[in-house]
């Protein structure tokens, strides 16, 4: 069976039957998202149950407010991890809030780090998941397997110019997770401008 | 495309940061430029190889690079400015007009420390690297991993000093090395899935539900998919072996991982044809419109063996069929599915894809060696009521051929009335107990009429209907007629199939 739909299309036909009402299409949805919305909500909170929670609230948001997706400013896909960071970001902020009152330890400063923290890491984690293959499986090379970058080009069959210039590439990709801004603000997932 | 790059659809379509970095890339490194750098790099390669080995052995040796190395540690193991290092809110960013304070990377931080001796052996043979500015800059990326020789670090920290536009892009790009994580584990709980859309549609009931009969199948499809999702390239070729009843006859057929999901995508295509989808089939003829043809056909059509590449029409055929019978499914006129040699009502037939599809998971997942547990309860009783009901027509077409014990000599019982009867008895999760009259499809099971009793666990029973537990071995409590209960036990095994 051909693919047919391109990605704009996908996300356009999957809004459509969301609207309508189809629990079929929030299944398709779930599978297709379920792993990094749960992926990223645990990054930020690092909490399996409240990633659990996270992860609900998520495709509930979706499926009860299919409309506040406009598939003119970018990817659903886009979407569905702006809104977990945002939900996850507010929880951990939250909880923590929550705690510094409860037993006064540390400050403000503290919990505006720890959330800063949390959210970049997120970030990062979106990016490296969304960079094109290539790149990722440079820097995976590189990093994890602490091969040289000549070593890298002889394991990716390409030129040790291309090489390089993965490397370089994917890690430009991977520090515009700094660039969101205070915490709290919409976090720069590079969709919507 | 793989089932993989399903989740990385979007990645790199032209989101803005994509293209500021493609541009800063495309400022330099023309092909003469290319070219230059890897002759010399062709001509220096046997000092590079000697220089990479001491690399390795400085990393392997419990340098910072190893604790640098540490995700958990992430952020604090390297100098000033490093991502999160704590120094308060200001960030890791110099103040503007002071020079950058870059830290080194993880490698070269003790190869700056420790090998200025070393250093006095190879520097007279070997003149200091004299790299054009385009290379020293593609080179950032590889040193800010340590990816990069000795001799080229050195060039390049030589080069921050003096190029303030490369100094900060190195200051960043070693920031952002902080930034890599191990990615977090994908096993996400199976029945997640299942909270998480009971949840949504209990808040927003849905206009068009998928229908209950076809929710075991959703659910038995998206839990292999996440199986599937997990296993590596090689383990899509691990040997599997179909196992059925022939004949009353243990029968079995040797396929790999990859061709047992041809057979799942071959099969469920029954439900497709009936519902006017498309037949995965496409041009291919089979032998025969059975399973087992379809199947084989299947195989037999392709010059490779299946890979995993066959996951993703699988799974949207799979989606497909869900999403149809939503919206076809309801009210009457629904299509029966034909096997070939028998028919099922649309809602049988997906249960039985259902069922299939936990059984050749299980399959699969012995095969790689992961855990695979049982469907939830309220599917798995599904099940076993859609084997319970089909038990007596098996009974029936195996009396005719012999192959149970004949009802002669006892009354005929007429369509509807109540009839002799087995009490099957399911214990466990998604147990029961079912009355399977024993001497006609068309009676009704009946408590008075009961001759016999057989108890055993829901996942067994299950085991022995997929043809992977012999009726012999099954383990069943058994009390009364032992012939009725040698029938029902046989005949629940001639449900298998390939």
């Given amino acids: 069976m051909a693919k047919k739909d391109t990605p704009p299309r996908w996300d356009r036909k999957m809004q459509q039957r969301l609207a309508r009402g189809e629990a079929a299409a929030l299944g398709e949805l779930y599978d297709r998202f379920a792993s990094l919305v749960h992926g990223l909500a645990h990054r930020v909170l690092g909490d399996e149950r409240a990633a659990d929670g996270i992860t609900r609230e998520v495709f509930a948001h979706v499926w009860e407010h299919p409309d506040t997706y406009d598939p003119k400013q970018g990817p659903l896909r886009t979407w569905v991890a702006t809104l977990t960071h945002r939900l996850a970001v507010q929880r951990l902020r939250a909880t923590e809030t929550a705690a510094l009152a409860q037993d006064g330890h540390g400050t403000t400063e503290d919990l505006e780090r720890k959330v800063r923290h949390a959210s970049v890491a997120a970030r990062a984690d979106y990016i490296v998941q969304s960079m094109p293959v290539p790149l990722r499986a440079a820097l995976e090379l590189a990093y994890f397997q602490r091969r040289d970058y000549r070593q890298t080009a002889t394991d990716l069959g390409v030129t040790e110019d291309e090489a390089r210039r993965r490397l370089r590439l994917g890690l430009q990709l991977l520090s515009t997770a700094h660039d969101a801004g205070a915490p709290g603000a919409p976090p720069g997932y590079g969709g919507a401008a | ?498």
């Avoid at chain 2, 055993?456 to 012999?470: Q, T």
Wanted: proline share 10%; hydrophobic share 35%.
């Fill in chain 2, 1 to 498: 495309m793989s089932g993989a790059d399903r989740f990385e659809a979007y990645g790199g379509s032209g989101r803005p940061e994509d293209r500021g970095a493609q541009g800063g890339i495309g400022e330099e490194g023309g092909p003469g430029d290319a070219g230059a750098r890897s002759d010399s790099g062709g001509a220096d390669g046997g000092e590079w190889g000697g220089h990479g080995v001491s690399r390795d052995s400085g990393a392997g040796s419990g340098s910072p690079a190893d604790g640098f190395g540490d995700p958990g540690e992430g952020s604090g193991g390297f100098g000033p400015g490093g991502p999160g290092d704590g120094s308060g809110g200001s960030g890791p960013v110099p103040a503007p007009g002071q020079p950058p304070r870059i830290p080194m990377p993880r490698a070269s931080v003790e190869d700056g420390d420790r090998p200025l001796p070393a250093l006095e052996e190879p520097i007279p043979s070997v003149p200091p690297l004299v790299l054009e500015h385009p290379v020293l800059k593609s080179l950032l990326g590889a040193w800010a991993l340590a990816a990069c020789s000795p001799q080229e670090a050195e060039a390049v920290e030589e080069h921050l000093g003096g190029c303030g536009s490369c100094a900060d892009e190195a200051l960043r790009l070693r920031e952002a090395v902080g930034l890599l994580q191990r990615p977090e584990s994908l096993d996400l709980d199976p029945g997640l899935r299942t909270r998480v859309l009971e949840s949504c549609l209990d808040r927003r009931p849905p206009r068009i539900p998928v229908p209950d009969w076809a929710t075991p199948y959703d659910a038995e499809t998206a839990r292999l998919d996440a199986l599937l999702q997990d296993i590596g390239d090689a383990e899509w070729h691990a040997p599997v072996r179909l196992r059925w009843f022939e004949a009353d006859e243990a029968t079995s057929r040797r396929t790999t991982v990859a061709g047992v999901i041809a057979h799942l995508l071959t099969v469920d295509g029954l439900i497709a044809v009936a519902l006017g989808l498309d037949d995965p089939l496409g041009e291919v003829r089979a032998d025969a419109p059975t399973p087992a043809g379809r199947t084989e056909a299947y195989w037999r059509a392709s010059h490779f063996p299946p890979t995993r590449s066959v996951r993703v029409p699988w799974r949207e055929q799979s989606h497909d069929l869900v999403r149809t019978v939503s919206f076809t499914g309801v009210g009457t006129g629904r299509p029966a599915v034909s096997y070939g040699t028998f028919e099922l009502p649309l809602h049988d037939a997906m249960l039985d894809r259902a069922f299939e599809c936990w059984v050749h998971a299980e399959d699969i997942a012995e095969a790689v060696d992961y855990p695979y547990g049982p469907p939830s309860p309220r599917h798995l009783n599904r099940m076993i009521d859609l084997a319970a009901r089909m038990l007596p027509t098996v009974l029936a077409v195996r009396r005719q051929t012999g192959r149970a014990a004949p009802a002669a000599g006892r009354h005929l019982v007429p369509a509807g009335e109540p009839g002799r009867s087995l009490r099957l008895e399911i214990e466990g999760h998604g147990g029961g107990e079912w009355l399977i009259p024993l001497d006609s499809p068309g009676a009704v099971g009946s408590a008075d009429h009961e001759v016999a009793h057989v108890a055993l666990d829901g996942v067994e029973f299950c085991r022995l209907a997929a043809g992977h537990v012999s009726p012999a071995e099954a383990a069943a409590g058994q009390l009364g007629d032992r012939e009725a209960i040698r029938d029902v036990l046989f005949a629940a095994a001639s449900l298998s199939r390939m």
